[in-house]
Nanobody, 122 residues
């Protein structure tokens, strides 16, 4: 059995930056796709970004150009660099892993981290 452990959330002013990290251990350390979802209060969970082991990335339109997802396969870690943060980016961010597919809401994904809070003040 493996697990995903996130770190790096916090409070930042609008326009600022944060970097989230997610370390995969055990059976998840070689899983193909890793990435992030987020859930804001009162909203449905939504896709943020994903990356394959080969480095191919996909981003939600709302974060494209501001967020960058990278992966270190030696350290089994993905990094979400978030720049030009906006108050609407405030949410709990969840690391996820799946062999094949990241849906818009994360349905079907069974590998999740515990979540890390990101709060962007205006």
């Amino acid at each position: 059995q493996g697990q995903l452990v996130e770190s790096g959330g916090g409070l930042v002013q609008a326009g600022g930056s944060l970097r989230l990290s997610c370390v995969a251990s055990g059976s998840m350390s070689r899983i193909n796709k890793m990435g992030w979802y987020r859930r804001a209060p009162g909203n449905q969970r939504e896709f943020v970004a994903s990356i394959s082991r080969s480095g191919s990335t996909t981003y939600a339109a709302s974060v494209k150009g501001r967020f960058t997802l990278s992966r270190d396969n030696v350290k089994n870690t993905v990094y979400l660099q978030m720049n030009s943060l906006k108050p609407e980016d405030t949410a709990v961010y969840y690391c996820a892993a799946d062999p094949v597919f990241f849906s818009q809401t994360g349905s079907g994904i069974t590998n999740w981290g515990q979540g890390t809070q990101v709060t962007v003040s205006s």
